[in-house]
């Protein structure tokens, strides 16, 4: 029998290239051949004919040397099934196989090259493909097609909607890869998108999923009673009634400035709340959207309730009270604040001496000194700044003496006390106020970090960027990575290319949480602080940081590599 029309939809006689005749296909079954730049591999599936592209979807292998049996086509590779009529796969990893539309005529093999489907909408529907089922491979190669801020919105829409638990450290990490992503050279822009979906994947993989709750029906209720109704129930620990809060606050169109200060007030109505991890979240949430918009907000800003409310509050901590009640000496400080931002805000020079005061050990003259301050006209950003300042030292500091785990300890006080200077710069209020004291507290409970300080390097001559790379190749190389930084500046390096080399750093490893925090938050001090010493010391912090936790496997970023490979057309499968 001749096979006449088959496979792969309908072919247009007009756009029909040659590909082989019938005869040498039923030789063996299979052919390979070039038709219009694609490599076509040609089954004969019975009395069908089946054109396919020859490269396997997942890594490439080719699947002229596979299986075909049933109608089913099998990559000898990783044994991804396809569906020989529509290229369909049965293993939701490989993806779809492309096929073409194929026609017979007078014993000659014909095929229609054209591309037949919008490359880009089908690398979305796989990115979503790849956050449902955690497939980091699937996510590389999405990100390298789809455009990066409808990837982040696509992260940020399923991180909020199919984790029960709401925002965490995944959204937590998109956030902070999409605040690098200025700063990155356009080959680590993809990376960047690809670690902060995988993220998101990752944290989202077999939990339950979140199920939304609806605004209020219509409510007419103010901003600011739906802000007090919602630090009542966060107080009480009311997941439900604090979303629906929320949610009904930014249907109501609030602002963004009341949405931050409604967050915020209730982020800081208790102290320290989960470590730091409460409040960063919060303002992480608000800058994601900042980055891919705040049509999202609903369900963005719905997600922090149940964090918020559920969070371990330091007021129940024996270290916040014991052996001295920095509660009391809170609350007390809290009680001044009101007259204390009552005058104007003016020029204040009084940063040196603020930072060196949290850095000390006294926490009632910490409080005092905040106070001070802020009386004597210093801003809330102003005073906020100090004490990151203070937070960055202990880093910047941090022996190698101490045990590992306490990199961790700082890098909370650090991105806490940053998230709260951000908050203050993005929607200042008395409440988020209390946060700054909250920073300067953790300071002061870190102060054993520092104890034998390590000197802050001062830097020698003739560092350059190449040096980062192999440096970040051997482990604990912490004081060397912070003196290669010095060295840098000192010799005229301009900070731009050192934080691209950084973050080009950072993303080579496998991804740490809070390192990728230390990185984000010192680059984001950076931008405020211009250049200077204060700044210098932000990337010197940074930079240990990272060098303590490198070098990883590097097996994410291997992942990477293979998509991009296969995105250029290059070969990953060799003989
Ligand atoms: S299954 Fe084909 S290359 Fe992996």
């Not at 060295?487 to 390096?493: E, K, L």
């Not at 930079?543 to 293979?562: G, W």
Request: glycine share 8%; net charge negative.
């Amino acid at each position: 029998m001749v096979p006449s029309v088959t496979a792969g939809g309908v072919a247009e006689r007009e756009s029909l290239v040659h590909a082989a005749s019938l005869e040498k296909l039923r030789e063996s079954g299979r052919l390979v051949t070039a038709v219009a730049g694609h490599t076509v591999a040609l089954f004969l599936d019975g009395d069908d004919v089946r054109a396919v592209d020859n490269r396997c979807p997942h890594m490439g292998f080719p699947l002229h040397r596979g299986t075909c049996g049933d109608g089913i086509l099998t990559c000898h590779w990783h044994h991804a099934r396809f569906d020989l009529e529509t290229g369909g796969t049965f293993d939701p990893w490989a993806d779809d196989l492309r096929t073409f539309p194929v026609e017979v005529a007078d014993g000659e093999i014909f095929i229609d090259p054209r591309p037949r489907h919008d490359v880009e909408a089908h690398q979305r529907r796989r990115l979503r493909d790849g956050l449902e089922r955690d497939l980091p491979l699937v996510l590389a190669k999405g990100v390298l097609v789809v455009d990066t801020r409808e990837a982040l919105r696509i992260g940020i829409e399923f991180g909020t909607t199919f984790r029960r638990d709401g925002w965490g450290r995944g959204l937590t990490i998109l956030a902070c890869m999409a605040n690098l992503l200025p700063m990155l050279e356009a080959e680590d822009v993809p990376r960047a998108t690809y670690h902060a979906l995988a993220a998101v994947a990752e944290e989202s993989a077999a939990e339950p999923a979140r199920f939304a709750l609806r605004p209020l029906p219509e409510s007419q209720a103010p901003a600011e009673t739906l802000a007090r109704w919602f630090r009542r129930f966060v107080e009480v620990r009311d997941a439900d009634g604090a979303e629906r809060c929320i949610v009904s606050a930014v249907r109501a169109s609030a602002s963004k400035e009341e949405l931050a200060r409604m967050l915020f007030a209730a982020a800081t109505d208790h102290r320290y709340l989960e470590g730091g991890h409460v409040l960063d979240f919060t303002n992480k949430a608000l800058e994601a959207l900042d980055a891919a918009g705040w049509d999202l907000a609903e369900t963005a800003l719905g997600s922090l309730a149940r964090g918020l409310s559920e969070a371990e509050r330091m007021e129940e901590s024996n270290a916040w009270r014991h052996p001295v009640d920095l509660i009391e000496i809170l609350e007390g400080a809290f009680a001044e604040l009101s007259a204390a931002l009552a005058g104007p805000r003016q020029p204040w020079d009084g940063r040196s001496r603020l930072v060196d005061l949290v850095l000390g050990d006294d926490p009632a003259a910490i409080a005092s000194a905040l106070v001070e301050a802020l009386r004597n006209g210093a801003s809330e950003v102003d005073v906020a700044s100090a004490v990151t300042l203070a937070a960055a030292l202990r880093i910047a500091r941090f022996p190698t003496s101490n045990e590992f785990g306490d990199w961790d300890t700082a890098l909370h006080t650090f991105t806490f006390a940053n998230a709260v200077e951000q908050g203050l710069r993005r929607a200042p209020s008395p409440e988020l106020v209390r946060g700054v004291f909250d920073a300067a507290m953790s300071v002061y409970l870190d102060r054993f970090l520092n104890v034998p300080a390590t000197r802050l390097p001062a830097g020698e001559a003739g560092a350059v960027l190449d040096d980062f790379a192999p440096l970040l190749d051997r482990q604990q190389q912490v004081d060397e990575a912070g003196a290669l930084v010095a060295s840098y500046v000192r010799d005229g390096g301009h900070y731009a290319p050192l934080q691209a080399t950084l973050a080009h750093l950072l993303l080579r490893e496998d991804r740490n949480f809070h390192t990728i925090q230390s990185i984000e938050a010192a680059f984001r001090q950076v931008e405020r602080l211009g250049d200077g010493d204060d700044a210098t010391l932000m990337l010197i912090a940074a930079a240990r940081y990272l060098a303590a936790h490198a070098p990883t496997a590097r097996a994410e970023n291997q992942t990477f590599e293979i998509a991009r490979r296969l995105h250029r057309g290059e070969r990953i499968y060799e003989e």
